[in-house]
T-cell receptor, first 113, second 117 residues
């Protein structure tokens, strides 16, 4: 049973650039949530996708956008990167938004220089 | 919005002793409270969760208690072992206003637990 997978594992970008991160949910899951985890902090919710639509959004600017594909996989896009965007980006999947348990992927470590 | 506070930020416990981590939440509508364990460089792993219709849940050496009146919940680890060393996060969520599942998870700031051999 495949768990949540993310790619790439590490990424280094320059200020002002754009980045795309990818996530494949756990087998059987159809809901994907994205979180940003700064060093030494708890994960902060970015947004959630279900049925290819953004269902909920946290307090992140419009530079953060996403997409969900028919196979339930998802992308997180960040435009105009800032140094403060350096963090671990975690994807979590669940079976429907309402069935609570979320399982996290290994994350993508983004460094902005 | 929901605010989750977690204490202590660091905790050192002798191997075999018990560890307790406490969290408080602000929104009385919250009804789901998971606990995640995150080892260095790894993903957060769900270790136990509790819903607001129960006061306590146990899974082997791990237990979680919930006090809805006081809006706090705690993680208890008994007979601690070196492999329990990690950062532990509590979280909370509430039903979405759209009546479509639950809202986002709001996490605490984490507790770094160190088990001393």
């Amino acid at each position: 049973d495949a768990g949540v997978t993310q790619s790439p594992t590490h990424l280094i970008k320059t200020r002002g650039q754009q980045v795309t991160l990818r996530c494949s949910p756990k087998s059987g899951h159809d809901t994907v949530s994205w979180y940003q985890q700064a060093l030494g902090q708890g994960p902060q919710f970015i947004f959630q996708y279900y049925e290819e639509e953004e269902r909920q959004r946290g307090n992140f600017p419009d530079r953060f956008s996403g997409h969900q594909f028919p196979n339930y996989s998802s992308e997180l896009n960040v435009n105009a990167l800032l140094l403060g965007d350096s963090a671990l980006y975690l994807c979590a999947s669940s079976l429907k938004p309402g069935l609570y348990e979320q399982y996290f992927g290994p994350g993508t470590r983004l460094t902005v220089t | 919005g929901e605010n989750v506070e977690q204490h202590p930020s660091t905790l050192s416990v002798q191997e075999g002793d018990s560890a307790v981590i406490k969290c408080t939440y602000s929104d009385s509508a919250s009804n789901y409270f998971p606990w995640y364990k995150q080892e260095l460089g790894k993903r957060p792993q769900l270790i136990i969760d509790i819903r607001s219709n129960v006061g306590e849940k146990k899974d082997q050496r791990i237990a979680v208690t919930l006090n809805k009146t006081a809006k706090h919940f705690s993680l208890h680890i008994t007979e601690t072992q070196p492999e329990d060393s990690a950062v532990y996060f509590c979280a909370a969520s509430k039903p979405a206003e759209s009546n479509f599942g639950n809202e986002k998870l709001t996490f605490g700031t984490g507790t770094r637990l160190t088990i001393i051999p």
